[in-house]
């Protein structure tokens, strides 16, 4: 048995995680969203599609406390990873294009944000067509 270290724990503490950061209670995600990005890394190794998604949700915590270059990095990791994992064209890949992009945004790095928006869009029409319903969104 895996114990505390099975990638369903990861899971668990991934929400728990989430449930503080909604609550402001960025300090104490943090901790819980790391342990189980290294339970999935050791689990499932660092080119799994859930590490990139651990390592969104950490980019929007250092993103919540200002910390803009450890989101980036997070950010621009989550991407690599799904756009190795799952393909450069994948909707995931441009969930994590259209967060990196709002990261530059609020900085007032309006250049570097819009070809992320725009490489989303692209995507997401591509996966949805452009008449689809989350389009409109």
């Known amino acids: 048995s ?14 728990l995680a989430e449930l503080f950061r909604d609550r402001g209670r960025l300090e104490e995600a ?8 290294a ?11 859930n590490i990139a998604t ?3 949700n ?3 915590l250092y993103k919540a406390r200002q910390m803009w270059d450890k989101a ?10 799904d756009e190795k994992a799952l393909g450069p064209n994948h909707p995931d890949v441009a969930i994590y294009l259209n967060n990196l992009a709002g990261l530059y945004k609020g900085q007032g790095r309006l250049e570097e944000a ?8 692209r995507i997401n029409e591509e996966a949805l067509g452009s008449e689809h319903i989350d389009m409109a969104i």
């Open 2 to 15: 895996q114990g505390v270290s099975h990638p369903i724990i990861a899971i668990r503490l991934n929400n």
């Open 54 to 56: 651990y390592l969104n």
């Open 30 to 37: 943090e901790p819980l969203y790391q342990r189980a990005l």
């Open 114 to 121: 819009e070809p992320l928006y725009l490489r989303a869009l």
């Open 72 to 81: 980036a990095d997070h950010y621009n990791r989550a991407i690599a990873i």
């Open 39 to 49: 339970i999935d890394l050791a689990a499932l190794g660092s080119n799994h599609p």
């Open 58 to 60: 950490l980019a929007g």
